[in-house]
């Protein structure tokens, strides 16, 4: 089975910083899609940023952009310019292109941004 | 929110209780999920549907029970609930095409003391 490692349970990032949220997955195909949610204590889930596999360029959402490395199966979130409103629990998901109905999450990383 | 509502929002209730958690989309999308959020563990699925009447079990399904007579609701049952059922649920939706993301309703926290 899939597996979503998020190997930073917590970080911090100072107002208008930059920071990288680390994602990995284990898989044996070829084709998936990978998503970022993020979770505000109001604990609605937000989809933030997606990204095919097949696509080699990165994919890029305003001031949230990721480093896609397939080869390595990493994901990693990059925010830039942080704001006070990212302060909130970050999600790494997977998606099976052949079984699309079992997305799988990582553990999820907490973020909190100072002033 | 993608037009998902879950109902209870809250609810406490006693082990050995059934419970039922209720999910209603006006999105008219044919995939419907169930989730559970656990502390470490992120979220893990329970249950699935494809359509009316079709569903099937997901990563955790053991003690949960689902249902789907309508494609706008999704129902989600523990028959006597325990104590390691305390979590937050999250029903989610779909549309058919593969790199589509799950949209989410807003969680029901289910405490079971």
């Known amino acids: 089975a899939q597996t979503v490692t998020q190997s930073q349970p917590e970080m911090s990032v100072q107002e208008a910083e930059t920071v990288t949220l680390s994602c990995t997955y284990d898989?044996?195909?070829?084709?998936?899609?990978l998503f970022w949610y993020k979770q505000p204590p109001s604990r609605q889930m937000i989809l933030v940023i997606r990204q095919e596999a097949y696509k080699q360029q990165n994919a890029t959402e305003n001031r949230f952009s990721v480093n896609f490395q397939k080869a390595a199966k990493s994901f990693s979130l990059k925010i830039s310019d942080s704001q006070l409103g990212d302060a909130a629990m970050y999600f790494c998901a997977y998606r099976n292109t052949y079984n699309n109905n079992d997305m799988r999450f990582g553990a999820g990383t907490r973020l909190t941004v100072k002033p | 929110d993608a037009g998902i509502t879950q109902s209870p929002r809250h609810k406490v209730t006693e082990t050995g209780t059934p419970v039922t958690l209720r999910c209603h989309q006006t999105?008219?999308?044919?995939?419907m999920y169930w989730y559970r959020q656990d502390p470490g563990h992120g979220l893990r699925l329970i249950h699935y549907?494809?359509?009316?009447?079709?569903?099937d079990k997901g990563e955790v399904s053991d003690g949960y029970s689902v249902s789907r007579s309508k494609t706008e609701d999704f129902l989600l049952t523990l028959e006597s609930a325990t104590s390691s059922q305390t979590s937050v649920y999250f029903c989610?939706?779909?549309?058919?095409?593969?790199?589509?993301?799950?949209?989410f309703g807003n969680g029901t926290r289910l405490t079971v003391t």
């Open positions: 549907s494809y359509g009316v009447k079709d569903t």
């Open positions: 898989t044996s195909e070829s084709d998936y899609y």
């Open positions: 989610a939706i779909s549309g058919a095409v593969d790199n589509s993301p799950l949209h």
């Open positions: 999105e008219n999308h044919r995939y």
